[in-house]
T-cell receptor
Framework: GAVVSQHPSWVICKSGTSVKIECRSL??????MFWYRQFPKQSLMLMAT?????????EQGVEKDKFLINHASLTLSTLTVTSAHPEDSSFYIC???????????FGPGTRLTVT | DQQVKQNSPSLSVQEGRISILNCDYT??????FLWYKKYPAEGPTFLIS?????DKNEDGRFTVFLNKSAKHLSLHIVPSQPGDSAVYFC???????????FGTGTLLAVQP
C-alpha cells in the first residue's frame, strides 16, 4: 500500500517553455501533497504544501508564479514549471500523506533538464 | 538554521555487521521522527518511525532509538546487507508544522 507515482520520470525541455509534472496517490486518498526539489548531493528542499481544493502554501524563496501547483482531487497534484530556465533543472519529488498521519510517501521523482 | 542534522555524510560497514546511523535535532517541539532510505534518482522510501512517547521502535532488521533529553535518534540495521547501501535521511515533525524537516543524509555503503 501507500504507492505514489509521478509522471513523467524524466523530461527535457527548451528554455522558455512550461513543463507539467503529475503526482498521483494510487491506493489511498491524500489530503495533503508536498513538492520537493533535490540538488545533487543535497537534502530534499520542500517547495510547497498543497491541500486538496485549496491554494498551495509555498516555502520562503519559492516563486509561486513560476511553480504552479494544483491539487484538484484527493489523488492528483500537479506541478507546472512555467517559463523554464536552465537553473530550474533539478530532481523534483512529490509526496503524499494520509489525513492525520505524519508519514509521507514519496513518488519516484522527475528529472527535469532545461536546455 | 539546520534543525535536523546528520553529522556523518558517509558510513562504511561490512556485510553482516551492525550499521548505526545518527541524527540530532534542535527543535524541542518535534514529536515524531522518521527514517527514509533513498537510492539515486529515486524518491525516498519510508523505513521506520518513532513517536516521542517511545524510546525504541523495532521492525525486522531496523530499530530506531530516541533519546529525547539528548535530542538524538539513531537507526540500527542488523545484520547489514549489501542491498542496504543507500542514502538514509532522518526527518522530524511536530509542533505547529505538518512539514517534515529532513537531515542532510548519510550515505551507507555495506561491503560484501
Amino acid at each position: 500500500g501507500a504507492v505514489v507515482s509521478q509522471h513523467p520520470s524524466w523530461v527535457i525541455c527548451k528554455s522558455g517553455t512550461s513543463v507539467k509534472i503529475e503526482c498521483r496517490s494510487l491506493d489511498f486518498q491524500a489530503t495533503t501533497m508536498f513538492w520537493y526539489r533535490q540538488f545533487p548531493k543535497q537534502s530534499l528542499m520542500l517547495m510547497a504544501t498543497s491541500n486538496e481544493g485549496s491554494k498551495a502554501t509555498y516555502e520562503q524563496g519559492v516563486e509561486k508564479d513560476k511553480f504552479l501547483i494544483n491539487h484538484a482531487s484527493l489523488t492528483l497534484s500537479t506541478l507546472t514549471v512555467t517559463s523554464a530556465h536552465p537553473e530550474d533543472s533539478s530532481f523534483y519529488i512529490c509526496s503524499a500523506r494520509l489525513a492525520g498521519a505524519a508519514e509521507q510517501y514519496f513518488g519516484p521523482g522527475t528529472r527535469l533538464t532545461v536546455t | 538554521d539546520q534543525q535536523v542534522k546528520q553529522n556523518s555524510p558517509s558510513l562504511s560497514v561490512q556485510e553482516g555487521r551492525i550499521s548505526i546511523l545518527n541524527c540530532d535535532y534542535t527543535n524541542s517541539m518535534f514529536d515524531y521522527f522518521l527514517w527514509y532510505k533513498k537510492y539515486p534518482a529515486e524518491g525516498p522510501t519510508f523505513l521506520i518511525s518513532i513517536s516521542s512517547i517511545k524510546d525504541k521502535n523495532e521492525d525486522g532488521r531496523f530499530t530506531v532509538f530516541l533519546n529525547k533529553s539528548a535530542k538524538h535518534l539513531s537507526l540500527h540495521i542488523v545484520p547489514s546487507q549489501p542491498g542496504d547501501s543507500a542514502v538514509y535521511f532522518c526527518a522530524a515533525t511536530g509542533g505547529a508544522t505538518n512539514k517534515l524537516i529532513f537531515g542532510t543524509g548519510t550515505l551507507l555503503a555495506v561491503q560484501p
